[in-house]
């Protein structure tokens, strides 16, 4: 749930359930779950986009705004307080032997 709250409270784009399925690897349940809890909690509402068959945006209403942003927004802060720690080399060398590690995984997963 954290990577749709991430999603919706720091970048300003616009998302269907589709579109954070397939940007957080989610499966389209798990996304419908989230997206339907809520709405029945009143923190998004579903906008259908015209000139769609179904597709729907999701759009934080206030409360939704304000209680996703209590969750992201000090994560998001420890993020950054986090980076300005870490020496540059260090961060390249990270997120090298992530990458690595992410490619490895998937080829490992697809053989499996």
Known sequence: MFW???SLILFDDE???????NTWSLAKQTVNNI???M???HYVILELVPDSR???IIRLTDRGRQYGASIVKPIFEAEKRVLQR???GELVACTTAL???TSI?????DEG
């Open 15 to 21: 998302y269907s359930q589709q579109d954070l399925s």
């Open 54 to 56: 179904n597709r729907k």
């Open 35 to 37: 997206i339907t809890q």
């Open 105 to 109: 995984l998937k080829e490992e997963i």
């Open 99 to 101: 990458t690595k590690f």
């Open 39 to 41: 709405v029945h909690n």
């Open 4 to 6: 749709i709250w991430y």
């Open 86 to 88: 870490i020496d540059p």
